[in-house]
T-cell receptor, first 108, second 112 residues
Framework: KNEVEQSPQNLTAQEGEFITINCSYS?????LHWLQQHPGGGIVSLFM???GKKKHGRLIATINIQEKHSSLHITASHPRDSAVYIC??????????FGTGTRLTIIP | DGGITQSPKYLFRKEGQNVTLSCEQN?????MYWYRQDPGQGLRLIYY???????QKGDIAEGYSVSREKKESFPLTVTSAQKNPTAFYLC???????????FGSGTRLTVV
C-alpha cells in the first residue's frame, strides 16, 4: 500500500470550474509537495508546505497535519491547467515519497 | 538561467547494453536525485547524492550505478542487470532541507 494516496485518479471538468485534488498520507512528515507534470514529462514544483495554506495565482494548497491530509485547489480552471498533479511527502531526510498522480483534463 | 539539463530526451538501446543518462545542473545545489517513473506508479528513488563523491542507494537501486565526481553532474548508468529498464527517468536537485526541489525534463529510455 502506497504511503501517499491521491484522489481522484482522473478528473475531467469544464473550463471555469473549481477543482479539488486530495492527498492523504500515513506517516509523520516534515513537508508536503505538490507537483505538476505536463505531457512532455517535465515536472514543475508548485508548492511546498508544512502547515496551513499557500496561494499562488489561481492555485491554493492546504494541509491538515493532524488529519494527514492535503488538498490542491484550482479556481477558474483553464485548459492549460490540464496536467498530472502529483503529491509527494518528505520524511525528515529529504527523500520524497510520491503519490501516483491525478490526471486533470479541462475541457474548453 | 539556472536549471537542470537532462539528455537525451529520448533514448533507444538494445537489450544487454549499458546506457548512461546525463544530468547536469547549474543551480549550485548540493543534493541530486534520480527517480524512475512507470505508468500507474509514483516516482521511485533510484540513487541520491547529498555531497560530491558520496551517494546512497534508493528504493530500487538494483541494476543501476551512479557517480558524483562534480557538484554539477550526477550521471546514471542503466546496466544490463536491470531487468525492466524501459521507463521515464527524472533527475532532481535540492539546495537543502526546507528549500524544495527542482526537476529536470526527463529522459524516456526504451530498450528493445
Amino acid at each position: 500500500k502506497n504511503e501517499v494516496e491521491q484522489s481522484p485518479q482522473n478528473l475531467t471538468a469544464q473550463e471555469g470550474e473549481f477543482i479539488t485534488i486530495n492527498c492523504s498520507y500515513s506517516v509523520g512528515i516534515s513537508a508536503l509537495h505538490w507537483l505538476q507534470q505536463h505531457p512532455g514529462g517535465g515536472i514543475v514544483s508548485l508548492f511546498m508546505l508544512s502547515s496551513g495554506k499557500k496561494k499562488h495565482g489561481r492555485l491554493i494548497a492546504t494541509i491538515n497535519i493532524q488529519e494527514k491530509h492535503s488538498s490542491l485547489h484550482i479556481t477558474a480552471s483553464h485548459p492549460r491547467d490540464s496536467a498530472v498533479y502529483i503529491c509527494a511527502v518528505e520524511v525528515g531526510n529529504e527523500k520524497l515519497t510520491f503519490g501516483t498522480g491525478t490526471r486533470l483534463t479541462i475541457i474548453p | 538561467d539556472g536549471g537542470i539539463t537532462q539528455s537525451p530526451k529520448y533514448l533507444f538501446r538494445k537489450e544487454g547494453q549499458n546506457v548512461t543518462l546525463s544530468c547536469e545542473q547549474n543551480l549550485n545545489h548540493d543534493a541530486m536525485y534520480w527517480y524512475r517513473q512507470d505508468p500507474g506508479q509514483g516516482l521511485r528513488l533510484i540513487y541520491y547524492s547529498q555531497i560530491v563523491n558520496d551517494f546512497q542507494k534508493g528504493d530500487i537501486a538494483e541494476g543501476y550505478s551512479v557517480s558524483r565526481e562534480k557538484k554539477e553532474s550526477f550521471p546514471l548508468t542503466v546496466t544490463s542487470a536491470q531487468k525492466n529498464p524501459t521507463a521515464f527517468y527524472l533527475c532532481a536537485t535540492a539546495r537543502g532541507p526546507g528549500y524544495g526541489y527542482t526537476f529536470g525534463s526527463g529522459t524516456r529510455l526504451t530498450v528493445v
